[in-house]
């Protein structure tokens, strides 16, 4: 019997218990849709941390400073800013593992442009911010020298306040006014998204330091105090290396006695988010492990009807070997059988599965991702399922003896 000849008795064979092998394919069906949306769920949130990796910029450390204590009492982290720009100038002079650092200090305000307003996060730093960050400008310029030496009223705005002050009108050598103060436009950054707290990266409006301190902050004196100090290690540097490198010379800076408590924290932003997407990965694992649960279920489900299948034509069986079906047709013959109830029933669970995701991009507002490769890995299993738990049954079927067969009631 040829292979032809065998698919075409397997399918009349599942066509004439039609009701039975939809209710058997239940299993496989569940199973390949189950496996498609939870690896789609998964790598979509993979996907999501790495985003939000490459919008805070690769290699990153954030330098913040420690509680402040008063009258015995400690308060809240970030609440000591003992940091000058001089500690920022030293740690990129002094730590040879770092390639950019940037001084930074913020607040919130109220943006006026014409007749349109806008509150926002006011940042004060220099251009070095743009290499920590990974951040590009979208038009405009960087600072001059002489603008971040001179306090000069100049500032670059991210996109959502742009589009809030100005709509689709160019924002460049414009003028805002931020408490009172009138500053010219020369730059707008390119987008950047949320983070990973899910907050706004392009609701800033950055002016260089010394504009920031003397015009917004109002510090006065000669002490140039910043409030972070955001620090870009080299391509292929320890991270680790450099944190302790950092750490280390910020103790000496700042007068932390030897064994004493820093008074400072050093977030490495890229560790934190590694986590995050290892993380998601073990989940997406063990999402797609329990959904692949289904389609063992799927396939006992399979082995038992074709158990009964057997059963139920044995004297078919002796008919057909008795008329001269050797045994590896009659083998042939299950076989393609399971394997047809498991690759339809797979081939319903992947469009069911891209349902099911669609579904969960739309109205759940997940971030999903449907590979070719999860689509493939799914049916191949369920494939798999088919061969491994149709075997036993074809095997029973092709060993039984003609005779005998003939003779069962």
């Given amino acids: 019997m040829n292979a032809l000849t065998a698919v075409r008795s397997a399918w009349r064979a599942l066509t004439a218990n039609a009701l039975r092998s939809v209710l058997t394919m ?16 998964g790598t979509g949130a993979t996907q999501r941390v ?36 001089e500690d920022a100038e030293a740690i990129a002079l002094e730590v040879p593992e770092v390639q950019a650092v940037a001084p930074g200090s913020r607040t919130t305000a109220q943006a006026v442009a ?99 301190r003397n015009r917004i902050w109002n510090a006065g004196g000669n002490v140039k105090r910043i409030w972070t100090i955001h620090v870009k290690v080299r391509e292929g540097q320890d991270m680790k290396a450099a944190e302790e490198a950092v750490r280390e010379l910020l103790r000496q800076r700042l007068r932390v006695p030897p064994g004493g408590d820093d008074t400072f924290g050093v977030n490495n932003l890229s560790e934190i988010l590694q986590a995050q997407e290892e993380a998601s990965r073990v989940m997406t694992l063990l999402l797609a492990a329990v959904a692949g649960v289904s389609l063992v279920v799927g396939g006992i489900g399979i082995m038992n009807i074709m158990l009964v299948s057997v059963t139920e034509r044995t004297r078919e069986i002796g008919l057909r070997m008795a008329v001269g079906a050797r045994s590896r047709d009659i083998l042939a013959q299950f076989l393609i059988e399971a394997v047809t109830l498991s690759l339809i029933g797979g081939a319903i669970g992947v469009a069911l599965g891209a349902l099911a995701t669609w579904g969960a991009a739309r109205l759940g507002q997940w971030q999903v991702s449907m590979t070719p490769e999860s689509v493939l890995l799914a049916a191949g299993f369920s494939a798999l399922v088919g061969v491994f738990f149709g075997y036993y049954p074809a095997r029973r079927a092709s060993r039984l003896l003609p005779i005998q067969a003939l003779r069962h009631e």
């Fill in 26 to 41: 239940l299993g496989i069906i569940i199973g390949v849709a189950a496996v498609i949306t939870m690896i789609a769920v």
């Fill in 50 to 85: 790495q985003e939000q990796m490459k919008s805070l910029g690769s290699n990153v450390m954030v330098v913040v400073p420690g509680s402040l204590s008063a009258a015995g009492v400690r308060q809240a982290a970030q609440t000591r800013s003992r940091f000058t720009e």
């Fill in 114 to 212: 014409q007749n349109a307003n806008w509150n926002t996060t006011i940042f004060g730093t220099s251009n070095d911010y743009l290499e920590v960050r990974d951040w590009s400008l979208a038009s405009g310029r960087p600072f001059e020298p002489a603008e971040q030496a001179g306090s000069a009223k100049v500032a670059w705005l991210g996109q959502t306040v742009a589009r809030e002050l100005f709509g689709d009108e160019d924002p460049i050598d414009q003028v805002i006014r931020v408490r009172g103060v009138p500053f010219t436009v020369v730059g707008v950054l390119a987008p950047k998204g949320q983070n990973a707290s899910g907050q706004d990266q392009d609701d800033v409006l950055i002016m260089p330091m010394s504009t920031f």
